[in-house]
């Protein structure tokens, strides 16, 4: 049953500690359109539908898991602030939670439609890859490929769709520097997925975490991922010669305090999500976010500097 105080519970599980992530992201790109003259209005439209199609992602993840969680017979066996909790304790049903899901489809897709009718085809099949991505998550993750998932949706699919609304075109510099931004989105994904390495294994989803099967591998991969986004930062640097940008490693600080606060979490024996989970997983999402901070700084100023000349 459906209840308006419901769809407000559900609503508020989007997980909006990680918006910051598209915001950043967006941004990002925002500003490198800009210094090609990109339309303004499509921006902010696409940063919208976006961040839509963001929270509903997040959300129809938690409608598959709690689908396959809740007829596990091990699921009592774990503390009741596990993932799902929201519909486990009945502070919302999974009618609110698709509901939540179909509205912010709808808001996304509308805003979609108004892009393609400014924009023609290729936002089309921008979106229609978006909406395949969004609905074919929670399959990807089982499979393992999640962190891939998320890499293509929050990476070259989100830079070069709103670079491609803003400037009716599509750029190699902006495909190098998505894929910088994206192992950092990735490497939040990855942290994740560490995190709930018991909930996905009683889920049954095989993780890359997963198929490495121990977390202390997994902690290798953690340094190889974020090792990725500082090398296509340089790249990017170098191609579009943007060298404010490489501010950015001032970032490494906080990628290793995070994987050091990653290691005191694997140590302890307590698996639920209490305070310490929390603030690992919004550690990670805010590194992202000060890392595409930093280099949309560095595009700033690097555009004040071109209208000024």
Same mark, same amino acid.
């Given at each position: 049953m459906i209840s308006f105080k419901g769809i407000l519970e559900a609503a508020k599980h989007s997980r909006w500690y990680s918006s910051d992530m598209t915001v950043f992201s967006c941004l990002a790109c925002f500003l490198y359109a800009l210094g090609a003259d990109g339309n303004?209005?499509?921006?902010?439209?696409?940063?919208?539908?976006?961040?839509f199609a963001h929270m509903a992602t997040n959300l129809y993840d938690d409608f598959d898991d709690y689908k396959v969680l809740s007829k596990d017979p091990r699921?009592?066996?774990?503390a009741p602030d596990v993932k799902c909790a929201y519909l486990r304790n009945g502070t919302a049903t999974m009618a609110d939670l698709f509901c939540v899901v179909v509205i912010y489809c709808v808001l996304a897709l509308l805003i979609g439609g108004f892009l393609f009718i400014r924009c023609g085809w290729p936002v089309l099949a921008l979106a229609a890859l978006g909406g395949i991505i969004v609905l074919s998550y929670p399959k990807f993750s089982r $499979?393992?490929?999640s962190e891939i998932a998320v890499g293509i949706a929050f990476g070259p699919l989100l830079f070069e769709g709103m670079y491609f609304v803003m400037t009716k075109s599509f750029s190699l510099n902006v495909f190098i520097l998505s894929l910088a931004i994206s192992m950092f989105t990735i490497g939040v994904m990855y942290v994740h997925t560490i995190l709930d390495f018991e909930g996905?294994?009683?889920?049954?989803?095989?993780?890359?975490v997963q198929?490495?099967?121990s977390k202390s591998l997994a902690m290798k991969g953690f340094v190889f991922v974020y090792a990725l986004g500082y090398l296509f930062l340089t790249l990017f640097a170098f191609m579009s010669q943007i060298y404010f940008c490489l501010g950015a490693f001032l970032t490494i600080p906080f990628v290793v305090m995070l994987y050091k606060a990653l290691q005191a979490y694997n140590a302890e024996t307590h698996y639920s999500r209490n305070p310490a989970y929390l603030r690992v997983l919004t550690?990670? $999402?805010k590194t992202m976010a000060v890392f595409a901070f930093f280099i949309s700084i560095g595009l700033f100023v690097n555009l004040m500097f071109?209208?000024?000349i």
């Amino acid at each position: 049953m459906i209840s308006f105080k419901g769809i407000l519970e559900a609503a508020k599980h989007s997980r909006w500690y990680s918006s910051d992530m598209t915001v950043f992201s967006c941004l990002a790109c925002f500003l490198y359109a800009l210094g090609a003259d990109g339309n303004v209005l499509n921006g902010l439209l696409a940063f919208a539908g976006i961040l839509f199609a963001h929270m509903a992602t997040n959300l129809y993840d938690d409608f598959d898991d709690y689908k396959v969680l809740s007829k596990d017979p091990r699921f009592d066996e774990f503390a009741p602030d596990v993932k799902c909790a929201y519909l486990r304790n009945g502070t919302a049903t999974m009618a609110d939670l698709f509901c939540v899901v179909v509205i912010y489809c709808v808001l996304a897709l509308l805003i979609g439609g108004f892009l393609f009718i400014r924009c023609g085809w290729p936002v089309l099949a921008l979106a229609a890859l978006g909406g395949i991505i969004v609905l074919s998550y929670p399959k990807f993750s089982r $499979a393992g490929l999640s962190e891939i998932a998320v890499g293509i949706a929050f990476g070259p699919l989100l830079f070069e769709g709103m670079y491609f609304v803003m400037t009716k075109s599509f750029s190699l510099n902006v495909f190098i520097l998505s894929l910088a931004i994206s192992m950092f989105t990735i490497g939040v994904m990855y942290v994740h997925t560490i995190l709930d390495f018991e909930g996905d294994r009683v889920a049954g989803k095989k993780t890359l975490v997963q198929r490495l099967g121990s977390k202390s591998l997994a902690m290798k991969g953690f340094v190889f991922v974020y090792a990725l986004g500082y090398l296509f930062l340089t790249l990017f640097a170098f191609m579009s010669q943007i060298y404010f940008c490489l501010g950015a490693f001032l970032t490494i600080p906080f990628v290793v305090m995070l994987y050091k606060a990653l290691q005191a979490y694997n140590a302890e024996t307590h698996y639920s999500r209490n305070p310490a989970y929390l603030r690992v997983l919004t550690g990670a $999402a805010k590194t992202m976010a000060v890392f595409a901070f930093f280099i949309s700084i560095g595009l700033f100023v690097n555009l004040m500097f071109s209208n000024a000349i």
